[in-house]
């Protein structure tokens, strides 16, 4: 669980970076700072407390920063059958991060509905492959800073 968990960290890391650099927004990274972290963990709690679990090291995930009404989308793998729950988080001048799942033959899998600076979407893993799209529609001051985790159960 910790190999997957620190492979999708660098290939997100790759592969956001050609995208960042393209859109002149801040390159992923691999791991969330201090402020980050607290904030993932509040978002997470209530998932940890129904049973899931937070693969790899304590703090581990992919941060990055969009613009308002800018995107980031990567390939991730999920382990087959198993209950996930993708949770984003927004510095204090986002005022809406939406987080949105599609499955290879792009069906919408998941969705975050909610509007603020959380997002997070529960799922059942039915496909190898899914298209993760983190969406940064409302910014208060260009670019917001986000963070992404996955949690995982049974």
């Known amino acids: 669980m910790r190999t997957l968990a620190l492979g999708l960290a660098f290939s997100a890391l790759l592969c956001g970076i050609a995208d960042a650099q393209q859109r002149n927004l801040a390159p992923p990274q691999s791991r969330p700072d201090a402020r980050q972290r607290e904030a993932l963990a509040q978002a997470a709690a209530p998932l940890l407390q129904r049973g899931y679990e937070l693969p790899g090291q304590p703090g581990a995930g992919i941060t990055g920063a969009l613009s308002a009404g800018a995107s ?3 390939s991730i793998v999920f382990p087959p059958n198993r209950r996930v729950a993708l ?3 927004c510095d204090s001048n986002c005022t809406d991060l939406g987080m949105r799942l599609a499955d290879p ?3 919408l899998v998941a969705r975050d509905t909610t509007s603020g600076a959380r997002a ?10 899914f298209t993760l799209t983190i969406e940064m529609a409302s910014c208060r001051r260009n ?3 986000w963070a992404f985790t996955s949690l995982s159960r049974p």
């Open 143 to 145: 670019p917001c800073r």
């Open 87 to 89: 949770v984003a988080v």
């Open 72 to 74: 980031w989308t990567h």
């Open 120 to 129: 997070v979407v529960e799922f059942t893993v039915s496909a190898p492959e």
């Open 105 to 107: 033959d792009g069906r």
